[in-house]
């Protein structure tokens, strides 16, 4: 089995900024395509972003490109989602996961989700 534990998440105010942290354990992490995905109230899980482990590839909703920016550490077993200029709009839980394919976002993998709130 697999573990990730998101955290970062918090309240901030219109254009402001948050980075999360996914720390992943009990597999192989450098060749891992990563993702994170993000569900408010009421509405449907959608992907942010999700990032390859050999070529830090990228792929981003066309929601927060320009605004947001996937990254990991493989010596520290982490990825990370830097969010900024943030909006209303991007309030959710944020959860990571472990994804099948960089254009195939779909999780196999979960944590257990960090909530971020955008206030207006």
């Known amino acids: 089995q697999v573990q990730l534990v998101e955290s970062g998440g918090g309240l901030v105010q219109t254009g402001g900024s948050l980075r999360l942290s996914c720390a992943a354990s009990g597999r192989t992490f450098s060749t891992a395509v990563m993702g994170w995905f993000r569900q408010a109230p009421g509405k449907d899980r959608e992907f942010v972003a999700a990032?390859?482990?050999?070529?830090?590839?990228?792929n981003y909703a066309d929601s927060v490109k320009g605004r947001f920016t996937i990254s990991r550490d493989n010596a520290k077993n982490t990825v990370y989602l830097q969010m900024n200029s943030l909006k209303p709009e991007d309030t959710a839980i944020y959860y990571c996961?472990?994804?099948?394919?960089?254009?195939?976002?779909?999780?196999?993998?979960w944590g257990q989700g960090t909530q971020v709130t955008v206030s207006s």
């Open positions: 996961a472990v994804v099948r394919k960089l254009y195939a976002p779909i999780g196999d993998y």
């Open positions: 990032i390859t482990g050999t070529y830090d590839l990228t």
